[in-house]
Structure formats: structure tokens, C-alpha cells
């Protein structure tokens, strides 16, 4: 009787580990980030191995090759165009739900403090890049996880510190950042803003 909160807290792990969920997205260095999709698994690799150019992959094939003639990625609509990263690596994916992965990147100089959202929905045939908004830091740093996503069947609530969509941060003239809430509609892949 004396080992059998040891064998109780071994069986809760066993079960744990055969039936919680593992995580879906992280990564290894600044220079490697990943996330499962539904088209399988999606990576951003910025490191020696690639000579510190940005490849894309997806279930293993390479979709955006960064080369030494287009040392500034010109981000488009899809990843064919690359993610903007201001040369500090891969940006950082920070949620992963319902195949739309959440990324954060500096869209500025690092010293600016300004970092950019923008969703990849891996649910189109072609994965789309949606724009959301630049957060300021260190106040946007401060929005806790479960106040900054609100998941749900028809989109994507999102809070951040910063700017609104259609304002650029940190520039002369830029209005004071603030807090602010977005909604990502999944049907037309639209940003409204709500605050």
C-alpha cells in the first residue's frame, strides 16, 4: 500500500501519454520553427545548413528557396513569396488551430520593438499568407496567450499592443500604439477590426 501513490501517478502518466495531445508546432533554434497542418508538416529553415537563406518546406517539398539575388524577401499572398523575416531568422509560430498557423516576426529593425502577426491558412490548396497587425514591444509581450487567441468554428479573435492594420508603427507621425482586438473571418480569410 506504502507505493501505491507511485504506481497511481505511473498509470496517470502512462494514460497522459497515450492520450494527450503532443505539441503541434514549436522549434529548435531561431533559425528552425515547424508546425502540423493538414497538408502535412510545414518547417522554416534559416540556418548554416541553407547558407542563413530562408527555405520553406511543406510535407517535404520546398515551396520558397531564399536566394543570394533576393536577399530581401518581398512577402506575398502565399508562401512561394517567402516570409519576411529582416534577417533574424525564422519567425516564431506562436499558435495552431483548425490549420491556420499564427506567426510572429520582426517587421522592423529588432531595436524598433516592432513585431508583425500574420496567419498561414493551410486549409487553401495553396497555403495564403493573411497580414494581421504590428505589436509593440515589450507591452505586446505582456498580452498572456489565453487573452491574446480566442478560437472558434467561424474565425479567429486576436488581441495584441500595437497598431492597427492599416497603420505603420514606429515611424514619424505613427499614431501611439494601444491595445486592440481583430477577428479573422475563416470563410472569406477577411481581417476585420473590432477594437
Known amino acids: 500500500m506504502k507505493n501505491l501513490p507511485f504506481i497511481l501517478s505511473g498509470i496517470g502518466f502512462a494514460l497522459c501519454a497515450s492520450f494527450c495531445n503532443a505539441a503541434n508546432f514549436g522549434a529548435d533554434s531561431w533559425g528552425h520553427a515547424w508546425a502540423?497542418?493538414?497538408q502535412g508538416k510545414f518547417?522554416?529553415?534559416n540556418n548554416v545548413s541553407t547558407s542563413n537563406y530562408q527555405v520553406l518546406k511543406l510535407n517535404g517539398r520546398v515551396v520558397f528557396r531564399q536566394t543570394s539575388e533576393s536577399s530581401w524577401i518581398s512577402e506575398g499572398d502565399t508562401l512561394a513569396n517567402g516570409i519576411r523575416q529582416s534577417d533574424v531568422g525564422c519567425p516564431s509560430?506562436?499558435?495552431n488551430e483548425?490549420?491556420?498557423v499564427v506567426i510572429v516576426r520582426d517587421t522592423q529593425p529588432p531595436h524598433y520593438g516592432v513585431q508583425g502577426y500574420a496567419v498561414i491558412d493551410f486549409n487553401e490548396k495553396e497555403p495564403v499568407l493573411i497580414t494581421l497587425a504590428e505589436g509593440q514591444r515589450p507591452?505586446?509581450?505582456k498580452v498572456s496567450r489565453s487573452q491574446r487567441f480566442a478560437w472558434s468554428a467561424k474565425g479567429l479573435r486576436f488581441r495584441y499592443f500595437g497598431y492597427r492594420p492599416d497603420q505603420v508603427g514606429a515611424t514619424s507621425g505613427a499614431p501611439?500604439?494601444?491595445a486592440h482586438e481583430l477577428f479573422l473571418d475563416f470563410a472569406?480569410?477577411?481581417?476585420?477590426?473590432i477594437k
Do not use: F, L, M, N
Open 98 to 100: 483548425h490549420g491556420y
Open 36 to 38: 502540423d497542418t493538414p
Open 188 to 193: 472569406s480569410d477577411i481581417v476585420d477590426v
Open 176 to 178: 501611439k500604439p494601444r
Open 139 to 141: 507591452q505586446d509581450d
Open 43 to 45: 518547417e522554416c529553415i
Open 93 to 95: 509560430i506562436i499558435a
